[in-house]
């Protein structure tokens, strides 16, 4: 299998060597597959599939927008908690579709069903299994508002159903990983693993996201696969605690997407054993990986954010509440005004000192501080005296920026990523159909 470079041949896209990212190893009872069905006019990937043969565990989480894609309703009303595969596409979220939208899933889900069962009754093992629609799910992401195009995804079903296959290689991934992308310069994968009884336990996902990033989620759409056997209710237990300083501590734009999801899927293979809770040993060493994987794919996504140059790290240290820090935080990341400082280099503060009191939260401006890097800027709620300011300005070109705010109120902390806000941004955004 080799990747499709049309993908990457768009002016936006930065050109990547397969050594920059991680080495994703298969999973035993996953395959996938990934095609052109003409979504684009370039002939790039754009519909990618993953299929469980003996079904997998599964845990979502959805975007908390009130209007949310055709293709999330169809999986709430499966609420389905082991299911046989995941399609997704891209260049149309299906998202203000109406009843063509929800229909046109039905019909992508009979195609995908039918497929799969003669698939299966073409094996050796001479075993027909068939895959029903209700098995199935759905994620979608691009263009609010347009036509599902229906027909181009059904009419390549056979094709995509029959690449399918198990050996992942780093290739397979990020291939499959390039399909689901939109604006999106580069695909984002991570891996971990970790020992259990000499067993090796593998988590490997993959995401895409570049604009419309905000809380809750920042995902757009991420996918996570685990050999472990791990029950689906406590995959969402799991999957909820980390996602909450991953996912849903990154912005870039502060606009929520209508199809943010992200999912994770156990294939069972590798056994734990029954009735492990959240503070079994082996449950923590696999809740540290997950977070470890969702932490690295959130980061991806804010250095990928449409047109960025700089990442950005808020600390709130000493506040008198996690909420409190994450509030203040998130507004600090949040705000135009910060961001494009950022992007000019310029290591305004007053506009960080807008952020915390835009939070809405009670703080005591007499005694915060304010550090870009490690240059105290501020304190005490009064500017620092005899800043070295050619120290700071080059500090301001570095591509990486930490601003630590100290509230010196309490014990407690939260940290949060965005980027920069550049021209390229309102580039991307103002003809944001020709940029899908």
Avoid at 36 to 45: H, I, K, P, Q, V
Avoid at 58 to 69: E, F, K, P, Q, R
Avoid at 70 to 80: P, V
Avoid at 126 to 147: C, H, N, P, Q, V
Wanted: glycine share 6%; hydrophobic share 40%.
């Amino acid at each position: 299998m080799t990747i499709n470079l049309k993908n990457f041949l768009s002016d936006k896209s930065k050109l990547s060597k397969m050594g920059e990212f991680q080495d994703l190893k298969p999973l035993d009872g996953l395959e996938v597959s990934s095609i052109s069905a003409d979504l684009y006019d370039n002939g790039r990937d754009d519909l990618a599939l993953f299929y469980f043969k003996e079904g997998a565990n599964y845990a979502t989480l959805n975007t908390t927008n009130s209007i949310v894609s055709e293709t999330i309703s169809w999986n709430e009303k499966s609420n389905k908690k082991v299911i046989k595969a995941l399609l997704v596409n891209t260049k149309n979220a299906n998202t203000f579709t109406g009843k063509q939208g929800y229909e046109a899933i039905d019909l992508v889900a009979k195609s995908l069903a039918k497929n799969l069962t003669l698939r299966e009754s073409k094996k050796e093992e001479g075993i027909s299994e068939t895959i029903r629609t209700k098995d199935l799910i759905f994620a979608s992401t691009g263009i609010i508002g347009e036509k599902f195009p229906v027909e181009k995804i059904t009419n390549r079903m056979n094709d995509l159903v029959s690449k399918l296959r198990d050996d992942q290689n780093k290739l397979i991934w990020i291939k499959t990983a390039s399909a689901i992308m939109t604006t999106d310069t580069k695909p984002k994968l991570a891996y971990e693993e970790f020992t259990f009884n000499n067993k090796i336990i593998r988590i490997a996902a993959i995401a895409k996201g570049s604009g419309m990033i905000a809380p809750n989620l920042a995902t757009m759409l991420s996918f996570i696969f685990t050999d472990a056997d791990i029950p689906s209710n406590l995959l969402k237990t799991l999957l909820k605690k980390a996602v909450a300083n991953t996912f849903n501590a990154i912005t870039v734009d502060s606009d929520q997407s209508t199809n943010d999801m992200v999912s994770i899927f156990s294939t069972r293979k590798i056994k734990i054993g029954h009735n492990r809770g959240i503070n079994d040993p082996v449950i923590q060493k696999f809740e540290t990986s997950l977070k470890n994987v969702c932490l690295n794919l959130a980061k991806q996504v804010v250095v990928d954010g449409e047109g960025a140059k700089k990442f950005l790290t808020i600390k709130v240290i000493n506040a008198k509440s996690i909420l409190s820090a994450k509030k203040i935080a998130l507004s600090v990341a949040c705000s135009p005004l910060v961001k494009t400082a950022i992007a000019g280099e310029d290591p305004n503060w007053g506009r960080v000192v807008m952020g915390i009191g835009k939070s809405g939260e009670k703080v005591d401006k007499n005694k915060i501080s304010i550090k870009f890097g490690e240059f105290l800027l501020s304190e005490n709620g009064a500017p620092v005296e005899n800043i070295n300011l050619d120290k700071i300005r080059e500090y301001m070109k570095w591509d990486s920026i930490v601003i630590e705010i100290n509230l010196f109120s309490g014990s407690e902390f939260f940290e949060c990523y965005t980027c920069d806000f550049t021209h390229d941004y309102i580039d991307i955004n103002a003809d944001y159909k020709n940029s899908t």
